[in-house]
């Protein structure tokens, strides 16, 4: 069946430092997407993407933010600049159709800023 | 702002008996409301869906009804098994076009054989 795969499942990264984290979505899946969840928090919306751009984002999605899709495949997350808040457990998330399509998530991957 | 609240855990049953975790939502519009289980070491999955007033989802023998005049979309299962173990997260999005869902916190149910 196929799935959505993130990596790294687990980063341990520096206040300040750049990270990427990596999502190939299902193959023939249109709409792409980003949520984390704080640890005893609830998963919070980050980012939708469509047709190579950014079709919404939430409060959360600043400038240290983006998200590219570099080569077809992949999905990426990138936090330019970590804070020690930004560790959370970040999900991937993917859909073939619009509105009505089913939504499929990633295993998740845990980052940690200390 | 879109708000979904539900009851914390760990909810703790055994095997066969009836579960019930509460869900209620505040949100400006008509809603579609989902509930999504997260296995151990997996990601999230679509357990079920409603998508106006008085639908009723359901899948594996869970079922859930969108209440609207109650704004509740409450998980139940007749009778659990060890398997059920997960957490389970209750998710609405707004109509309109909106894309993002918005979640609770979690549930996490724990079912002793």
């Known amino acids: 069946e196929p799935e959505v795969t993130q990596t790294p499942s687990h980063q341990v990264t520096q206040m300040g430092q750049e990270v990427i984290l990596r999502c190939v979505p299902i193959?023939?899946?249109?709409?792409f997407y980003w949520y984390r969840q704080i640890l005893g928090q609830k998963v919070e919306f980050l980012v939708s993407?469509?047709?190579?751009?950014?079709?919404?984002k939430s409060e959360i999605f600043d400038d240290q933010f983006s998200v590219e899709r570099p080569d077809g495949s992949n999905f990426t997350l990138k936090i330019r600049s970590t804070k020690l808040e930004d560790s959370a457990m970040y999900f991937c998330a993917s859909k073939r159709t619009d509105n009505t399509g089913e939504l499929f998530f990633g295993e998740g991957s845990r980052l940690t800023v200390l | 702002g879109d708000s979904v609240t539900q009851m914390e855990g760990p909810v703790t049953l055994s095997e066969e008996a009836f579960l019930t975790i509460n869900c209620t939502y505040t949100a400006t519009g008509y809603p579609s409301l989902f509930w999504y289980v997260q296995y151990p070491g997996e990601g999230l999955q679509l357990l079920l869906k409603a998508t106006k007033a008085d639908d009723k989802g359901s899948n594996k023998g869970f079922e859930a009804t969108y209440r609207k005049e109650t704004t509740s979309f409450h998980l139940e299962k007749g009778s659990v098994q060890v398997s059920d173990s997960a957490v389970y997260f209750c998710?609405?999005?707004?109509?309109?076009?909106?894309?993002?869902?918005?979640f609770g916190k979690g549930t996490h149910l724990i079912i002793q054989p």
């Open positions: 998710a609405l999005r707004e109509g309109g076009g909106a894309d993002g869902l918005t």
């Open positions: 993407f469509y047709n190579n751009e950014i079709s919404e």
């Open positions: 193959s023939n899946h249109l709409y």
